[in-house]
């Protein structure tokens, strides 16, 4: 079985900082990757930011230069979202993903799962 559990959200005001963090774990299940993405109201679900096992980062053009994905420390499944220089535009429900593989069985089916969202409210 596998978890994705998400923190950290909430207001903030324009310009202003939020992070959020995100936790993966399965037993027998490795981790390949990590994405954030956000639902903004009235639209659709949106890339934010991965980072791969290697720890090679992309990020979507909105947020390129003002958020920032990191890994809490070497090989751990602990990722976070460093938001800077909000903007109420950045208002929305930010979801964490992982995408797992069963350990040692590299063709294995690939899990796409999801956390349940964190809320992010920027106030202008």
């Known amino acids: 079985q596998v978890q994705v559990v998400e923190s950290g959200g909430g207001l903030a005001q324009a310009g202003g900082s939020l992070r959020l963090s995100c936790t993966a774990s399965g037993s027998g299940f490795s981790v390949t990757a990590m994405n954030w993405y956000r639902q903004i109201q009235g639209k659709q679900r949106d890339f934010v930011a991965t980072i791969t096992s290697g720890d090679s980062t992309n990020y979507g053009d909105s947020v390129q230069g003002r958020f920032t994905i990191s890994r809490a420390s070497a090989k751990n499944n602990t990722i976070y979202l460093q938001m800077n220089s909000l903007r109420p535009e950045d208002s929305g429900v930010y979801y964490c993903?992982?995408?797992?593989?069963?350990?040692?069985?590299?063709?294995?089916?690939?899990?796409?799962?999801w956390g349940q969202g964190t809320q992010v409210t920027v106030s202008s």
């Open positions: 993903t992982a995408l797992f593989k069963e350990t040692g069985r590299p063709f294995s089916p690939t899990i796409d799962y």
